[in-house]
């Protein structure tokens, strides 16, 4: 798919609830908070749609002069299915296709989003085009077709599309992407610590 036709919805709305009060959304990665890095490789992709908890929020602040669309999610509590269900309902009525990034995944770089972007056929039969790491797990980011809009705009809870992908069934391709980098996201201090031990 061209740049300019596939939207990244970035899910940044989380509670970030296992930092024990950190916030690991703002956590510094290359000299720049995790959801400013995050955005500018959704960025690399397309136009991006961030979802983030209500203003006023730090988040936002990591935000300022990106050409993005900010989501506030006043019902993020629920879980990742009111940022999907909002997002969802706020893309342009011709949206063919839009990725799903979530946004605590610092080792994701522009080229996974290129090569995953670049495996859409929407003359296939597949509705979903799903992140993988090398050894074929399932993972992020997820591409949806324009045919599973409607359900992704009812979901509820904190099913984060789960559903929606089972649902699609054989209609579901993964993309290999290098490593584990599509299933590495850091939800803990612990996690932190142990994903910086090996860069310094």
């Not at 908070?33 to 955005?39: A, C, E, G, I, K």
């Not at 990106?66 to 269900?85: F, K, N, V």
């Not at 946004?103 to 859409?120: F, G, N």
């Not at 085009?129 to 979901?155: C, M, N, S, V, Y």
Request: net charge negative; with cysteine; hydrophobic share 45%.
């Amino acid at each position: 798919m061209t740049k300019a036709s596939l939207p990244v919805i970035l899910l940044a709305a989380g509670a970030s609830s296992r930092m024990r009060g950190r916030d690991k959304l703002m956590e510094d990665v290359d000299g720049q908070p995790l959801l400013r890095r995050q955005t500018r490789v959704a960025q690399s992709v397309g136009p991006v749609m961030v979802a983030l908890p209500p203003a006023p929020h730090p988040r936002y602040t990591a935000l300022t002069g990106l050409d993005i669309t900010p989501l506030p999610i006043p019902d993020a509590s629920e879980g990742m299915g009111a940022s999907l269900r909002s997002a969802f309902a706020a893309l342009p009525p011709d949206t063919a296709a839009a990725m799903v990034m979530l946004a605590d995944m610092p080792d994701l770089e522009p080229s996974d989003l290129a090569c995953l972007a670049a495996s859409v056929d929407l003359s296939s039969e597949t509705l979903v085009w799903r992140a993988a790491t090398e050894d074929g797990r399932p993972g992020h980011p997820i591409i949806f077709a324009a045919a599973l809009f409607d359900q992704l705009k009812q979901l509820s809870g904190d099913d984060g599309g789960r559903a929606v992908v089972r649902g699609a069934g054989a209609r579901v391709q993964m993309v290999p992407l290098p490593g584990q980098r599509a299933r590495l996201d850091l939800d803990t201090p612990e996690d932190w610590a142990a994903w910086r031990k090996p860069q310094r």
